[in-house]
């Protein structure tokens, strides 16, 4: 294998994917293989595993599959021309939404904690 590639499996070893979570958003072309070798076998670079690692902090924000396409064409497009407004802008109203999101989980966690206090304590008077 040539030097500074991975196979598949050591792609999702590394983002803690499963193979057919890799290959699923291969086939979503939210990441492709930088190449193929002789063998027909994937090869990755570790720019493929940072896009996987950053699909990987989406997912539980409920980022649909078309927008993590979209910030991704825009994280290259930024990549390739960092004058990019339109990039920019993308990525500034993804960042405001990821800001949004959080809040959100984090009234989300504060109800269920209270929820849990609530059912520990019934728990413990009827002890």
Known sequence: MPEGFLQIGEVAER????????????????????????????LYTEEQVQRLLLIKQMKPLDFTVEQMRELLAARDALAADPADAAARATVAAFAEDVAARVVKLRDRLAAAERFAADLAQQAGRSA
């Open 15 to 42: 983002a803690a994917l499963s193979l057919r979570t890799v290959r699923y958003y291969e086939e979503q072309g939210l990441v492709r293989p930088a190449r193929r070798s002789d063998g027909g076998f994937r």
